[in-house]
Nanobody, 125 residues
Framework: QVQLVESGGGSVQAGGSLRLSCAVS????????MGWFRQAPGKEREGVAI????????YYVDSVKGRFTISQDNTKNTVYLQMNSLKPEDTAMYYC??????????????????WGQGTQVTVSS
């Protein structure tokens, strides 16, 4: 059974940092892309950062470029999201996703086979 286990969310003041982790178990093939989406109350889910597992190519939504960094440790089947200079508008539930099956961009087309349970990130001003 495939499991994506997220950790690292929490509450922080504006300007602070958090590091999210997503560990994958039971899924060792066709793990083509992994990454993070977020959803704030009353808003649609949006792609935040995606990494191509084999090639390492990364994708970021414009609002986090220069502040967030996605990385991977394939020995641990884990993807990380380092979030610096956090802003109140980054407040959302963050979801890990794996196994893209969409068309177009893995950042803007959220057709992933597997999702984590979500971890809350709250940034206060």
């Amino acid at each position: 059974q495939v499991q994506l286990v997220e950790s690292g969310g929490g509450s922080v003041q504006a300007g602070g940092s958090l590091r999210l982790s997503c560990a994958v178990s039971g899924y060792t093939y066709r793990r083509n892309y992994m990454g993070w989406f977020r959803q704030a109350p009353g808003k649609e889910r949006e792609g935040v950062a995606i990494i191509e597992i084999i090639g390492g190519r990364t994708y970021y939504v414009d609002s986090v470029k220069g502040r967030f960094t996605i990385s991977q440790d394939n020995t641990k089947n884990t993807v990380y999201l380092q979030m610096n200079s956090l802003k109140p508008e980054d407040t959302a539930m963050y979801y890990c996703a794996a196994g893209w099956r969409g068309v177009g961009s893995p950042l803007t087309s959220p057709e992933y086979n597997y999702w984590g349970q979500g971890t809350q990130v709250t940034v206060s001003s």
